[in-house]
Protein backbone atom coordinates (compact mmCIF):
# COMPACT_ATOMS: atom_id res chain seq x y z
CA UNK A 1 0.00 0.00 0.00
CA UNK A 2 0.91 3.48 0.01
CA UNK A 3 3.05 5.41 2.95
CA UNK A 4 4.41 8.74 3.04
CA UNK A 5 7.24 8.93 6.14
CA UNK A 6 8.28 12.60 7.24
CA UNK A 7 11.49 13.22 9.23
CA UNK A 8 10.35 13.05 12.83
CA UNK A 9 9.37 16.65 14.73
CA UNK A 10 9.31 18.79 16.50
CA UNK A 11 11.60 21.53 14.63
CA UNK A 12 12.32 24.72 16.36
CA UNK A 13 14.45 27.28 14.40
CA UNK A 14 15.39 31.21 14.75
CA UNK A 15 14.06 33.62 12.46
CA UNK A 16 15.65 33.76 8.90
CA UNK A 17 17.02 30.05 9.07
CA UNK A 18 17.26 27.43 6.39
CA UNK A 19 14.12 25.42 6.68
CA UNK A 20 14.49 21.32 5.85
CA UNK A 21 11.31 18.95 6.31
CA UNK A 22 12.29 15.65 4.94
CA UNK A 23 9.54 13.13 3.27
CA UNK A 24 10.26 10.01 1.33
CA UNK A 25 6.93 8.10 0.37
CA UNK A 26 6.05 4.37 -1.22
CA UNK A 27 3.64 4.36 -3.90
CA UNK A 28 2.24 2.03 -7.25
CA UNK A 29 1.90 4.24 -10.24
CA UNK A 30 2.71 7.44 -10.47
CA UNK A 31 1.31 9.44 -7.19
CA UNK A 32 1.05 13.21 -7.02
CA UNK A 33 2.71 14.74 -4.09
CA UNK A 34 1.77 17.71 -1.68
CA UNK A 35 2.85 19.69 1.31
CA UNK A 36 -0.35 20.72 3.23
CA UNK A 37 0.03 23.44 6.27
CA UNK A 38 -2.46 23.09 9.16
CA UNK A 39 -2.20 26.62 11.59
CA UNK A 40 -3.41 26.30 15.23
CA UNK A 41 -6.91 25.38 15.65
CA UNK A 42 -7.68 25.60 11.25
CA UNK A 43 -7.95 22.75 8.97
CA UNK A 44 -5.61 21.96 6.59
CA UNK A 45 -4.48 24.56 3.73
CA UNK A 46 -2.99 23.45 0.18
CA UNK A 47 0.78 25.05 0.33
CA UNK A 48 2.25 23.71 -2.84
CA UNK A 49 1.55 20.38 -4.79
CA UNK A 50 3.90 18.23 -8.15
CA UNK A 51 1.97 15.62 -9.73
CA UNK A 52 5.08 14.28 -12.12
CA UNK A 53 8.78 13.80 -11.74
CA UNK A 54 10.95 16.65 -11.75
CA UNK A 55 8.26 19.08 -11.18
CA UNK A 56 8.91 22.00 -8.61
CA UNK A 57 5.70 22.82 -6.53
CA UNK A 58 6.50 26.70 -5.17
CA UNK A 59 4.78 28.75 -2.80
CA UNK A 60 5.44 31.65 -0.30
CA UNK A 61 8.88 31.22 -0.44
CA UNK A 62 8.55 26.75 0.38
CA UNK A 63 9.47 24.89 -2.40
CA UNK A 64 9.60 21.30 -2.79
CA UNK A 65 10.94 19.10 -6.44
CA UNK A 66 9.28 15.36 -7.38
CA UNK A 67 12.17 13.09 -6.98
CA UNK A 68 11.30 9.71 -8.22
CA UNK A 69 14.93 8.47 -7.95
CA UNK A 70 14.66 9.09 -4.36
CA UNK A 71 10.87 9.34 -3.93
CA UNK A 72 11.36 11.99 -1.98
CA UNK A 73 9.45 14.98 -2.14
CA UNK A 74 11.43 17.32 0.53
CA UNK A 75 10.02 21.10 1.98
CA UNK A 76 12.67 23.93 1.73
CA UNK A 77 12.36 27.52 2.76
CA UNK A 78 15.37 29.85 2.41
CA UNK A 79 14.55 32.11 5.30
CA UNK A 80 11.67 31.10 7.74
CA UNK A 81 9.50 33.56 9.72
CA UNK A 82 7.94 33.50 12.90
CA UNK A 83 4.45 33.33 11.13
CA UNK A 84 5.32 29.48 9.35
CA UNK A 85 4.89 28.00 12.51
CA UNK A 86 2.33 25.69 11.76
CA UNK A 87 2.04 21.85 11.37
CA UNK A 88 3.32 20.33 8.09
CA UNK A 89 1.97 17.24 6.39
CA UNK A 90 3.29 15.67 3.47
CA UNK A 91 0.75 13.22 1.39
CA UNK A 92 0.50 11.74 -1.98
CA UNK A 93 -2.72 10.73 -4.00
CA UNK A 94 -2.89 8.08 -5.82
CA UNK A 95 -4.07 7.96 -10.12
CA UNK A 96 -7.34 7.29 -11.27
CA UNK A 97 -9.51 4.34 -10.32
CA UNK A 98 -12.01 3.93 -7.20
CA UNK A 99 -9.47 5.96 -5.11
CA UNK A 100 -9.30 8.90 -7.27
CA UNK A 101 -7.76 11.72 -5.01
CA UNK A 102 -7.84 10.09 -1.97
CA UNK A 103 -4.71 11.43 0.11
CA UNK A 104 -2.34 9.64 2.21
CA UNK A 105 -0.69 11.93 4.77
CA UNK A 106 2.51 11.48 6.53
CA UNK A 107 2.75 11.97 10.56
CA UNK A 108 3.01 15.65 10.19
CA UNK A 109 6.54 17.63 11.82
CA UNK A 110 5.67 20.93 13.75
CA UNK A 111 7.77 23.45 13.39
CA UNK A 112 8.32 26.46 15.36
CA UNK A 113 10.18 29.28 14.78
CA UNK A 114 11.31 31.75 16.87
CA UNK A 115 12.14 35.66 16.85
CA UNK B 1 -12.58 30.23 -4.92
CA UNK B 2 -12.36 26.26 -4.01
CA UNK B 3 -13.65 27.21 -0.34
CA UNK B 4 -15.13 24.58 1.94
CA UNK B 5 -17.19 25.14 5.17
CA UNK B 6 -17.68 23.25 7.56
CA UNK B 7 -20.44 23.71 10.11
CA UNK B 8 -20.56 23.60 13.51
CA UNK B 9 -17.30 24.41 14.63
CA UNK B 10 -17.46 23.39 17.48
CA UNK B 11 -19.77 21.10 19.50
CA UNK B 12 -20.08 19.29 23.58
CA UNK B 13 -22.50 16.83 23.56
CA UNK B 14 -23.26 13.86 26.10
CA UNK B 15 -22.78 10.85 25.49
CA UNK B 16 -25.38 8.80 23.74
CA UNK B 17 -26.55 11.49 21.56
CA UNK B 18 -25.50 11.99 17.63
CA UNK B 19 -24.42 14.96 16.21
CA UNK B 20 -24.55 16.19 12.74
CA UNK B 21 -21.35 17.91 10.96
CA UNK B 22 -21.91 19.84 7.66
CA UNK B 23 -19.79 19.90 5.25
CA UNK B 24 -20.18 22.96 2.21
CA UNK B 25 -18.06 23.40 -1.36
CA UNK B 26 -19.49 26.89 -1.67
CA UNK B 27 -18.40 28.12 -4.58
CA UNK B 28 -17.52 24.67 -6.58
CA UNK B 29 -19.00 21.53 -7.25
CA UNK B 30 -17.93 18.44 -5.81
CA UNK B 31 -18.21 15.09 -7.24
CA UNK B 32 -16.52 13.54 -4.02
CA UNK B 33 -15.34 14.56 -0.35
CA UNK B 34 -13.60 13.07 1.98
CA UNK B 35 -13.76 12.72 5.74
CA UNK B 36 -10.64 12.63 8.05
CA UNK B 37 -10.25 12.34 11.76
CA UNK B 38 -7.31 13.63 13.42
CA UNK B 39 -5.80 12.98 17.09
CA UNK B 40 -4.14 15.24 18.66
CA UNK B 41 -0.74 15.56 17.51
CA UNK B 42 -1.58 13.13 15.11
CA UNK B 43 -1.80 12.95 10.98
CA UNK B 44 -5.37 12.59 9.58
CA UNK B 45 -7.00 9.54 9.29
CA UNK B 46 -9.21 8.96 6.47
CA UNK B 47 -12.35 7.79 7.51
CA UNK B 48 -14.74 7.44 3.90
CA UNK B 49 -15.07 8.50 0.60
CA UNK B 50 -18.41 10.01 -0.40
CA UNK B 51 -19.16 10.45 -3.82
CA UNK B 52 -22.62 12.32 -4.72
CA UNK B 53 -25.66 10.22 -5.28
CA UNK B 54 -23.81 7.31 -3.92
CA UNK B 55 -23.37 4.97 -0.71
CA UNK B 56 -20.18 6.29 1.06
CA UNK B 57 -16.76 4.10 0.99
CA UNK B 58 -15.42 3.49 4.49
CA UNK B 59 -11.54 2.54 5.14
CA UNK B 60 -11.26 -0.21 7.44
CA UNK B 61 -12.19 -0.48 10.73
CA UNK B 62 -14.41 2.71 10.56
CA UNK B 63 -17.77 1.83 11.77
CA UNK B 64 -20.56 2.70 9.00
CA UNK B 65 -23.04 2.12 11.25
CA UNK B 66 -21.57 4.65 13.38
CA UNK B 67 -20.52 7.53 11.19
CA UNK B 68 -22.99 8.00 8.69
CA UNK B 69 -22.11 10.22 5.67
CA UNK B 70 -25.00 11.23 3.37
CA UNK B 71 -23.82 13.23 0.49
CA UNK B 72 -27.36 14.70 -1.40
CA UNK B 73 -25.65 17.16 -3.68
CA UNK B 74 -22.23 18.37 -5.30
CA UNK B 75 -22.34 21.17 -2.61
CA UNK B 76 -23.32 18.97 0.69
CA UNK B 77 -21.98 16.02 2.85
CA UNK B 78 -22.79 15.35 6.09
CA UNK B 79 -21.09 13.17 8.76
CA UNK B 80 -23.22 11.81 11.59
CA UNK B 81 -21.89 10.90 14.64
CA UNK B 82 -24.48 8.16 16.44
CA UNK B 83 -24.92 7.03 19.67
CA UNK B 84 -21.39 9.53 20.39
CA UNK B 85 -18.99 8.38 23.26
CA UNK B 86 -16.42 10.09 24.92
CA UNK B 87 -13.82 7.72 22.67
CA UNK B 88 -15.19 9.80 19.43
CA UNK B 89 -13.92 12.65 20.70
CA UNK B 90 -11.70 14.08 18.09
CA UNK B 91 -11.01 16.76 15.45
CA UNK B 92 -13.29 15.92 11.98
CA UNK B 93 -12.01 17.42 8.95
CA UNK B 94 -13.96 16.80 5.38
CA UNK B 95 -12.30 17.63 2.32
CA UNK B 96 -13.74 18.93 -1.38
CA UNK B 97 -12.02 17.09 -4.42
CA UNK B 98 -12.24 19.48 -7.84
CA UNK B 99 -10.95 19.06 -11.09
CA UNK B 100 -8.83 15.96 -12.53
CA UNK B 101 -5.66 17.59 -10.70
CA UNK B 102 -6.42 15.30 -7.13
CA UNK B 103 -6.55 18.63 -5.58
CA UNK B 104 -8.05 18.21 -2.14
CA UNK B 105 -10.01 21.48 -0.28
CA UNK B 106 -9.88 21.60 3.25
CA UNK B 107 -12.63 22.63 5.69
CA UNK B 108 -11.80 24.31 8.89
CA UNK B 109 -12.79 21.57 10.86
CA UNK B 110 -15.30 20.39 13.77
CA UNK B 111 -13.96 20.19 17.38
CA UNK B 112 -16.28 17.61 18.77
CA UNK B 113 -16.09 16.86 22.64
CA UNK B 114 -18.48 13.88 23.95
CA UNK B 115 -18.96 14.33 27.92
Known amino acids: GNSVTQMEGPVTLSEEAFLTINCTYTATGYPSLFWYVQYPGEGLQLLLKATKADDKGSNKGFEATYRKETTSFHLEKGSVQVSDSAVYFCALSDAGGTSYGKLTFGQGTILTVHP | GAVVSQHPSRVICKSGTSVKIECRSLDFQATTMFWYRQFPKQSLMLMATSNEGSKATYEQGVEKDKFLINHASLTLSTLTVTSAHPEDSSFYIC???????????FGPGTRLTVT
Open chain 2, 95 to 105: SAGRGAQYEQY
